[in-house]
Each structure stands twice: as structure tokens, then as C-alpha cells.
T-cell receptor
């Protein structure tokens, strides 16, 4: 079946540190891959997405590359800020699935200290 | 910016009460969803809808019910609230291009959530 596994948190970093949050997936075919972010007290927002192998999604300094060979979609940012403190969710939509629903990882909480 | 709204944002209610959580979107999206988010942050899909008069159960069994009488409105109802229903409930919507689509599914847009506490 389809599933998403992301690194467990919480992750605590100092401001300007490099961030990596690992995400791997299991899916048939070529799913679309997403990173969503949830700031405290809010709903989820799309951060970035990639729809085919080797695509790189990017937004707000965050990047993730769709790696078919390693079934991964790791999230990276070169220099985090306190305002990046949030919960990050990796997700996929199976291509051609009749439901088209998102399958989420369990979320990784990031805390950035000044 | 997504235009999807949820009310109330916070609700504290006694056991046995009937409650309805409201969700509305102004984007004309066909597909809408309800998720339950536990304190450990994990999201569970409890209901979704392809459009008017369509409702489907999600991956997690829920005692709640939903209705879709209008495209923009997707309310969730608990007939008799219990403490085990205490959670955060997130509504979302997306474009949908057909039930047997082969193209990429649309991005989901989320509301701010309703935090429910049942005493």
C-alpha cells in the first residue's frame, strides 16, 4: 500500500542552522509529493510540491527533490529562522488513484531558538 | 491565499450534546475533506466528498456524520459528543477533475481548524 515515513521530532535548532527533515515513501507508480507546514494554532499550508521524478519544489528558502531511486523527498533549508518553528508534514497523492486523497506522514515538529 | 473557513475555532461542550462544526469555502472546489488531528499531530481522514450529495468515509472510523447540500458548505455533526471526541478537526478542499482521473490531484487547502473539548 501507499505510505509516508518521516523522521520523528521534535527537532530543535539554533537560528541560521541547516535543516533537513527526512521523508521516504512507498507507492505504486509515480505519486505526487508534498510538504505541508502547520504554524501554531493554524491549519496546514502547502509549502512545496513535486509531481515527477527529479523535480525540485521550492518555496520560502525550503527545497525538496523528488528522488525516485531512493523513494525520498527530504526537506532542506540552508538557514532557519525562529519564524520557521512549526510542524512539517510530508504527503503523497497516488497517481491515478480513484480517491485522489493525500496520505500524510506523522509530522515533524521543528523548534528554532534565537 | 486560500478562502476556507471554519467555525467555531474553539468549542467546549458537555457530554451528550449535539454539535455541528461548520466549514465553508469560496473557491468553487468540488472536493472537500474532514481530518481529525490528535495531540501527537498525526492527521486522520474521517470524511470526504466529491461534490454535492456525495459523502464518503475516510480511513479512520468516526461517529460523526457529514452532509454536502451545497458545493461551498461541508458541515460535520456529532449527535452525542463524548470526551473521546476531544480533538482538533481540520477541513480542507481541492479541485477535482473527475472520479477516475489519471492526472495529478489538486493541492488541498486547509481551514484554520476547530479545537473541540468535550467534558
Amino acid at each position: 500500500g501507499n505510505s509516508v515515513t518521516q523522521m520523528e521530532g521534535p527537532v530543535t535548532l539554533s537560528e541560521e542552522a541547516f535543516l533537513t527533515i527526512n521523508c521516504t515513501y512507498t507507492a505504486t507508480g509515480y505519486p505526487s509529493l508534498f510538504w505541508y507546514v502547520q504554524y501554531p494554532g493554524e491549519g496546514l499550508q502547502l509549502l512545496l510540491k513535486a509531481t515527477k521524478a527529479d523535480d525540485k519544489g521550492s518555496n520560502k528558502g525550503f527545497e525538496a527533490t523528488y528522488r525516485k531511486e531512493t523513494t525520498s523527498f527530504h526537506l532542506e533549508k540552508g538557514s532557519v529562522q525562529v519564524s520557521d518553528s512549526a510542524v512539517y508534514f510530508c504527503a503523497l497523492t497516488p497517481l491515478g488513484g480513484s480517491q485522489g486523497n493525500l496520505i500524510f506522514g506523522k509530522g515533524t515538529k521543528l523548534s528554532v531558538k534565537p | 491565499e486560500a478562502d476556507i473557513y471554519q467555525t467555531p475555532r474553539y468549542l467546549v461542550i458537555g457530554t451528550g450534546k449535539k454539535i455541528t462544526l461548520e466549514c465553508s469555502q469560496t473557491m468553487g472546489h468540488d472536493k472537500m475533506y474532514w481530518y481529525q488531528q490528535d495531540p501527537g499531530m498525526e492527521l486522520h481522514l474521517i470524511h470526504y466528498s466529491y461534490g454535492v450529495n456525495s459523502t464518503e468515509k475516510g480511513d479512520l472510523s468516526s461517529e460523526s456524520t457529514v452532509s454536502r447540500i451545497r458545493t461551498e458548505h461541508f458541515p460535520l455533526t456529532l449527535e452525542s459528543a463524548r470526551p473521546s471526541h476531544t480533538s482538533q478537526y481540520l477541513c480542507a478542499s481541492s479541485e477535482h477533475r473527475g472520479r477516475n482521473r489519471t492526472s495529478v490531484s489538486g493541492t488541498q487547502y486547509f481551514g484554520p481548524g476547530t479545537r473541540l473539548l468535550v467534558l
